[in-house]
C-alpha cells in the first residue's frame, strides 16, 4: 500500500497571507490528524477528521481549520499567516482513530 | 490531561552498543496504547515500536524492544546492536482508546557515533 502523501512538501508565505495544506491517507484509512512540530513547542495535535467530521480538536486558534472530502483526504486551512505559524505540519493516518498512526513526509511551512 | 515525559533530551553511543531511552507517561485512562517513533534527518515520522496497555508482553521489533512497567507509568526504549542508521530523534507517544490525539514527548536526540 501506498504511504500517506502530503503536497505541497514545502511552501513559503508571507505574514496576513493565508495556505492550505493538503494529506492523502493510506488506502482504507478514514482517520486523518493533523500535527505541528515546531523546535519550541515540539509536536502538537491540531485536529482529527474521520468519516468527513472532525472528531477532536487541539488548542489551536480558529485560524487553523480543516476538513476531510469523501474518498478521506484532507486539507488543511490556515488563515491569516502569522510568523509563528511556520512549522512543520504532519499529517497521519489511521484505520478507526485511536490506535497507530502512521504519518506522511510533512509540509514545511515558512511563513516571512 | 495525560503526559508524556522523556527525561533525556540528548544521548550519544558508540556503534553495535546498546542504549535505553527513557519514558514516563501520566494518564487515568487504563485502554490505550504507547509508541516509540523515530525521526531521522529527513523529518519522516517512523514508527519504531508499540505497545498495547493490557498486553503484559512487552513488544519488540528485531533490535528494538520495550520495557513497559504499567503500574510505574514507565515505557522505555531499548535498541541493541546500535547501528549509524538510528541516528535520529525518538519520541515516545501516548494515545487512549477513547482519544484520537497522540501525546507526544518532547523527543530524545540519540547520535550513533562510529
Known amino acids: 500500500k501506498a504511504g500517506v502523501t502530503q503536497t505541497p512538501r514545502y511552501l513559503i508565505k508571507t505574514r496576513g497571507q493565508q495556505v492550505t495544506l493538503s494529506c492523502s491517507p493510506i488506502?482504507?484509512?478514514?482517520?486523518v490528524s493533523w500535527y505541528q512540530q515546531t523546535p519550541g513547542q515540539g509536536l502538537q495535535f491540531l485536529f482529527e477528521y474521520f468519516s468527513e467530521t472532525q472528531r477532536n480538536k487541539g488548542n489551536f486558534p480558529g485560524r487553523f481549520s480543516g476538513r476531510q472530502f469523501s474518498n478521506s483526504r484532507s486539507e488543511m486551512n490556515v488563515s491569516t499567516l502569522e510568523l509563528g505559524d511556520s512549522a512543520l505540519y504532519l499529517c497521519?493516518?489511521?484505520?478507526?482513530?485511536?490506535?497507530?498512526?502512521?504519518f506522511g513526509p510533512g509540509t514545511r511551512l515558512l511563513v516571512l | 490531561a495525560q503526559t508524556v515525559t522523556q527525561s533525556q533530551p540528548e544521548m550519544s553511543v558508540q556503534e553495535a552498543e546498546t542504549v535505553t531511552l527513557s519514558c514516563t507517561y501520566d494518564t487515568s485512562e487504563n485502554n490505550y496504547y504507547l509508541f516509540w517513533y523515530k525521526q531521522p534527518p529527513s523529518r519522516q515520522m517512523i514508527l519504531v515500536i508499540r505497545q498495547e496497555a493490557y498486553k503484559q508482553q512487552n513488544a519488540t521489533e528485531n533490535r528494538f524492544s520495550v520495557n513497559f512497567q504499567k503500574a510505574a507509568k514507565s515505557f522505555s526504549l531499548k535498541i541493541s546492536d546500535s547501528q549509524l542508521g538510528d541516528t535520529a530523534m525518538y519520541f515516545c507517544?501516548?494515545?487512549?482508546?477513547?482519544?484520537?490525539?497522540?501525546?507526544f514527548g518532547k523527543g530524545t536526540r540519540l547520535h550513533i557515533l562510529p
Open positions: 488506502s482504507g484509512h478514514r482517520s
Open positions: 497521519a493516518s489511521s484505520s478507526q482513530g485511536g490506535e497507530t498512526q502512521y
Open positions: 507517544a501516548f494515545i487512549s482508546n477513547r482519544d484520537d490525539k497522540i501525546i
